[in-house]
Structure formats: C-alpha cells, structure tokens
C-alpha cells in the first residue's frame, strides 16, 4: 500500500506515481516502525510518541483515546527516568494497537 503506483508509459516504461493514499500509508507505516524501534534516545522516542499522538487524534474513537493514553503513560515514564525494560510492556501495547487503527 505504500509503494507508489507504476504505470506503464506509452513507450515501455514505468512511470512511479505518489497518490495521497499512497503517500499516507508511507508516513502511518514509518510511524509504526518508529514505535517499534528499541535504539532510540530520549529525544527521538518522545518525538515518535509525539507524532503517533497527533496522527491518532484525528480520528476519535475508543482505540485511539487508549493509544492517546498509553503515549501519555510512557512518555511520563521516561521524563521520570524510567529503565528501557521497565517500558517494553508498553511499547508493545502502543506499536500492536496503532497497527489495529
């Protein structure tokens, strides 16, 4: 879904094509890649829960109030300084109900 479209020229070529659907499910895709990254610093996690928050906003339903929750969580668990493993429980809930959205 997030490849571009190809279409064939008139001439035997391809041509790549970046819908709005397209370019959507690229940035969606990157966020849940993001979510699921274990090497990131302080800066770069909060920034990924920052903009998986926004996306998710924009639709207001019961699973997106959890995730909008579950970010809130974490990144109040890392401004306290709290240990990677002690946040893994909640990475994964945030990455597998993004990827229900």
């Known amino acids: ?21 397209t370019t959507r499910a690229k940035e ?4 849940y890649n993001g979510l699921k990254l274990k090497s990131l610093s302080l800066d770069e996690r909060l920034s990924v829960l920052l903009n998986t928050k926004w996306t998710v906003k924009e639709f207001d339903t019961e699973l997106t ?5 579950l970010i809130d969580r974490e990144a109040d668990m890392l401004n306290r300084g709290r240990s990677e493993t002690s946040l893994e429980g909640n990475n994964f ?9």
């Open 93 to 101: 809930s945030n990455s597998t109900n993004f990827f229900r959205t």
């Open 1 to 21: 879904m997030a490849d571009p479209k190809l279409w064939l020229r008139s001439d035997g070529r391809y041509t790549e094509v970046h819908t709005p659907c």
């Open 28 to 31: 969606l895709f990157d966020i």
């Open 65 to 69: 109030r959890e995730i909008v929750d």
